[in-house]
């Protein structure tokens, strides 16, 4: 969810106030996807580099998440959505990631759509941690290096009851995944739109899914 910033100095305005836009921006997405029978929504709320912010613009997108969180979860638990967290939302504080346990838990059995936020999240750290994870099992004598295989590995991955991702979309024309999902996007179709993350609706959701729908899908195999 790319652009925040440069909608707000496009038009003079605090970069809070992009940050709050991309929050609207936000609620059609998850309606839209809803409305297209998606079962499977990520949204990369905030990365692991996004912490060489200044400490003021960190502040304002914490201050922020936590008003959606107690002002639209309701709304969200309502609408069937599971909410999962990937990343470490420890490292915005004991209370708000308390919050956002409390809320995992409270949608655990929703089924309409399940909405993983990326909070603090990279994904070759992801990766790494992974691989540590195998490793000290490893050390321990309770796993054979020799079964290790992707399988296994991706068990071990945050996104371990998730598929992978079909689509990877990203918002104001960059082209680059930017540390998202790096294990699981591996066969994930790519499409970059020109437009930045406030102004992104409904209609650009459903641009998105006529893209996908006329992509051909090989999985490394020859065209039928």
């Not at 991309?22 to 929504?41: I, K, N, P």
Request: charged share 30%; with cysteine.
């Amino acid at each position: 969810m790319d652009g925040n910033g440069r909608w707000a100095r496009a038009r003079g305005v605090p970069v809070v106030q992009g940050h709050r836009a991309g929050g609207e921006a936000v609620q059609r997405c998850v309606r839209a996807a809803m409305e297209h029978g998606v079962d499977y929504l990520t949204l990369y709320a905030f990365s692991s580099e996004n912490w060489r912010r200044s400490g003021e613009e960190i502040s304002d997108l914490t201050g922020l998440m936590q008003f959606y969180l107690r002002h639209r979860f309701r709304e969200l638990d309502a609408q069937g959505v599971r909410l999962r967290i990937i990343g470490e939302p420890e490292r915005f504080g004991e209370s708000f990631c308390r919050e956002l346990r409390r809320a995992e838990e409270k949608t655990r059995q929703n089924t309409r759509l399940t909405l993983s936020l990326a909070l603090s999240y990279g994904g070759r750290a992801e990766i790494a941690e992974g691989a540590r994870h195998l490793a000290e099992r490893v050390r321990a004598g309770t796993l054979d290096p020799r079964d290790i295989d992707e399988a296994m590995f991706a068990s071990v991955l945050q996104t371990h009851d998730v598929p992978d991702p079909d689509l990877v979309m990203r918002t104001s024309g960059e082209s680059r995944l930017s540390n998202f999902l790096l294990w699981q996007s591996a066969y994930a179709e790519l499409i970059f739109l020109d437009v930045l993350w406030p102004d992104f609706g409904e209609k650009d959701f459903a641009e998105a899914m006529r893209r996908y729908m006329r992509r051909q899908r090989r999985f490394g195999g020859r065209p039928e």
